[in-house]
């Protein structure tokens, strides 16, 4: 005898195949029915039955070949019905004889498109914001409702931009296909920046907690599939190694207080070093391919920092360099200003102030400008001057943590 | 599927006729022109007068109203319009970024409505 009032497994079993394989399936989905709307809605039918056939006869030996079949099925009968036969008629055909000839398969043996979705999500005739949040929502298998949390927006305005999204993909003939050699640097490049974004906004939320683990963890194992989808990238390895290098330095980046520790003074025995040894070996192995760019060489500063055995055993004059490196490949006052941190290390504090002044002009407001002069300040002995640039820190400041640090610096030099 | 590629530019952008740089502006055009029509997707396209030349009409209870001038005034001005039929939005990127003012100008595309759906 069951005992009904057990929970039932279904569900989570079922959150587990889309968040693992939910990509995987619109993507196969999306090629086979030649519309993104279509796919969506016959995959999120198959779901709902899902839940109702798995509760009653178990769940099958391959849940994605039976969520596809279904999802094909009920494809069918939206097309039958909405009598979209007339321009839908070869892919009506299609699905017929797919239905007629594949049964149920092997979730190993459906071919994977989720390389033509990812350069669909994140084509450029989309804003960047409406990019990160498809890519999430299709390829992440998040919901709306997640989205929209990680993003601090309400989830109707969320779900209005998904809508908006799909209408435009159909409606302006954004194709599903993987770019090619001509485009593939400039739309690869666009796709990194896409996993990036995800990445930092786990990294240093604005939300309610500072460190979203989850975001961070969805671009790592974005970027992992897409590293399997095309190897031997040295930019893509070069993402994947930096973020898996900053991730995991995780658990020494809060303080019990909630205040964030800054790099030099993080225990880094709580830091994850089998983490640290994956990603500065593929940064490693991406450099060796000879075609550097800025994320293999963030990924490379990022590893000298997470092997040193402390600040001051770091080697700083080989990050200076690096930095200068990367301002060859693209000019950023962002560079620049980790440029000036480095050099307070090696040509001392006030050379460092010196370097600082004119990035002023270019970077204004940004908080980490003003953190570090404060910090300048306050290591050359500047108390009165560092307290006025912790108060412009603090102004600027998007999230607690940043700004309980901020105030515990300057508790500790104004009395 | 078809693509309206409507060609905006500020109208001092362009060469002049009379300029050395306008013989290199026109030959873009004609190279542009050959491109369509050679890979089959040109369906129409011409330059306009500029936007001292237009009149905007409108009908209001019944009865025409006639103005002078553009429906808005903007520094950047509709100076021109291909109409392409291409496989996909990526193939029309493409072709928006050979037409000669997209270098100083901007090209907006547009993807023409299919009504097709809407009939019986």
Not at chain 1, 30 to 40: K, N, S, V
Not at chain 1, 42 to 59: F, K, M, P, Y
């Amino acid at each position: 005898m069951t005992d009904v009032s057990q929970p039932s497994p279904v569900r989570p079993a079922l959150h587990e195949v889309v968040r693992a394989d939910g990509g995987r399936l619109l993507a196969l989905l999306i090629r086979q029915l030649g519309d993104f709307q279509l796919a969506e809605d016959c995959l999120q039918d198959a779901l709902t039955s899902a839940i109702e056939h798995w509760q009653r006869n178990g769940v099958p030996n391959s849940p994605e070949g039976w969520l596809l079949q279904v999802a094909r099925r009920k494809a069918i009968d939206r097309l039958r019905r909405a009598a979209r036969l007339r321009d839908k008629g070869a892919e009506y055909a299609h699905l017929l004889e797919l239905e007629a000839t594949q049964p149920e398969v092997a979730s190993e043996q459906l071919p994977d498109e989720r390389l033509r979705l990812i350069f669909t999500c994140c084509h450029p005739a989309l804003d960047e914001r409406t990019r990160v949040a498809l890519t999430l929502r299709t390829l992440g298998g998040l919901t709306t409702e997640e989205i929209a949390r990680a993003f601090v927006v309400k989830p109707s305005t969320m779900a209005q931009r998904l809508v908006r999204a799909r209408r435009k993909i159909a409606k302006a003939g954004i194709p599903f296909r993987v770019p090619d050699a001509e485009e593939w640097p400039e739309r690869l490049h666009g796709v990194l920046t896409v996993l990036y974004l995800v990445f930092n906004e786990g990294y240093a939320s604005s939300g309610a907690s500072y460190i979203r683990a989850d975001l961070c963890e969805e671009a790592i194992r974005l970027a992992r599939i897409l590293l399997r989808l095309c190897p031997e990238e040295p930019e893509l390895e070069g993402l994947l190694a930096l973020m898996t290098l900053h991730h995991a330095r995780r658990p020494a980046r809060m303080g019990p207080d909630g205040a964030m520790v800054p790099l030099e003074e993080q225990d880094r025995a709580a830091w994850d070093h089998e983490a640290i040894a994956a990603g500065a070996a593929l940064v490693e192995t991406a450099l060796r391919r000879g075609r550097p760019g800025p994320y293999q060489i963030q990924a490379a500063i990022g590893a000298l920092h997470a092997e040193a055995p402390s600040a001051a055993e770091t080697d700083w004059p080989q990050i200076v360099l690096l930095y200068e490196a990367l301002q060859e490949h693209r000019d950023n006052p962002v560079y620049a200003l980790n440029w000036v941190a480095a050099i307070a290390h090696t040509r001392g504090v006030s050379e460092a102030l010196n370097r600082l002044e004119p990035l002023q002009r270019s970077l204004g407001d940004y908080q980490p400008l003003h953190a570090l002069k404060a910090d300048l300040l306050r290591r050359q002995g500047q108390y009165a001057e560092a307290v006025q640039a912790y108060d412009r820190a603090i102004a600027q400041a998007n999230n607690d943590a940043d700004r309980r640090f901020l105030e515990k610096r300057r508790a500790s030099i104004s009395r | 599927m078809k693509y309206l590629l409507l060609i905006y530019g500020a109208p001092d952008a362009s060469p002049a006729p009379d300029s050395p740089e306008f013989e290199a502006y026109m030959a873009g055009y004609v190279k542009a022109d050959q491109t369509f029509e050679k890979e089959g997707v040109m369906r129409g396209g011409e330059a306009l007068e500029g936007t001292d030349t237009a009149t905007s009409v409108r009908v209001r209870g019944g009865k025409t109203e006639t103005m002078d001038g553009p429906f808005a005034e903007t520094k950047e001005q509709l100076g021109g319009f291909y109409l392409l039929d291409c496989d996909n939005l990526d193939d029309a990127i493409r072709y928006a970024a050979m037409i000669p003012d997209a270098a100083t100008g901007t090209v907006e595309i547009r993807p023409v409505m299919d009504v097709s759906q809407f009939e019986g």
